[in-house]
C-alpha cells in the first residue's frame, strides 16, 4: 500500500468514526420527533412526503419537538463532515487499486462530486430549518426535491460504485 493509499485509508476512517457517532446520536433523537402524537423521519422530510405534509408537520410542531429537529439538523451539518469526505476517500482508495482509466476518471469524478453532495445535503437543511421558523413552502419545494434527489444520486453512487471495488482483492501489477 502506497502512502497515498494510506492517507486516503485514513481519512476514511476518521470520516467513518464522524459518521458513526452522529448517525447513533440522530437515530437516538428520532422517538422525540413527534407531531400530534404521530412520529416522522427526517428523511421523510427529505424525500417521501409531499409539500402538504411537511408543511403540516412543521407548522404543528411544539417549541420541545422544534428544539429536537433543530439539534437533529445540527448533528446532520456534523454528520456531512463524515459522509461525503469519507465517500471521497473511499472512491480515491477504490481509484488507486484500479488499473483501468476509465475506472479511474469515473471514481476521481465521483470523489469530487461529493462536493457537491455536501453542498445539497446543506441547501437541504437551510430549507428546513427556514420552513421551521416561518411555515410557508413557496414554489421552491420541487427545487428542495431537485436538490435532495442530486445529494442521493451523487453519494449512493460514489459509494456503490467505490465499495465493491475496494473490497476486491487488488490483482498484481503485470510484470514484463
Known amino acids: 500500500m502506497n502512502t497515498n493509499s494510506k492517507g ?3 481519512l476514511f476512517l476518521c470520516c467513518l468514526g464522524l459518521f458513526a457517532g452522529t ?5 437516538w433523537m428520532e422517538a422525540d420527533l413527534l407531531q400530534n402524537g404521530q412520529t416522522f423521519t427526517v428523511i421523510g422530510l427529505e ?7 411537511v408543511l403540516s408537520i412543521l407548522s404543528g410542531l411544539d417549541e ?3 428544539t429536537i429537529l433543530r439539534y437533529h439538523l445540527s448533528f446532520d451539518f456534523v454528520f456531512m ?4 469526505p469519507g465517500i471521497a476517500a473511499l472512491c480515491m482508495m477504490a481509484r488507486n487499486r484500479s488499473y483501468k482509466p476509465f475506472t479511474q476518471k469515473l471514481l476521481l469524478l465521483l470523489a469530487i462530486l461529493q462536493v457537491a453532495a455536501w ?10 430549518l427556514k420552513w421551521m421558523k416561518n411555515a410557508a413552502i413557496g414554489n421552491e419545494f420541487t427545487l428542495y426535491h431537485s436538490i435532495v434527489a442530486a445529494k442521493w444520486i451523487i453519494a449512493l453512487g460514489g ?3 467505490a465499495i465493491p471495488l475496494v473490497l476486491i482483492k487488488k490483482k498484481p501489477a503485470q510484470q514484463g
Not at 448517525?23 to 437515530?27: G, P, R, T, V
Not at 463532515?81 to 461525503?84: E, K
Not at 453542498?119 to 428546513?128: A, K, P, S, T
Open 159 to 161: 459509494a456503490l460504485i
Open 119 to 128: 453542498g445539497f445535503d446543506i441547501v437541504e437543511n437551510l430549507y428546513l
Open 64 to 66: 420541545h419537538v422544534k
Open 8 to 10: 486516503w485509508k485514513k
Open 47 to 53: 424525500i417521501t412526503y409531499p409539500k402538504e405534509k
Open 23 to 27: 448517525a447513533f446520536c440522530m437515530k
Open 81 to 84: 463532515a463524515g459522509v461525503y
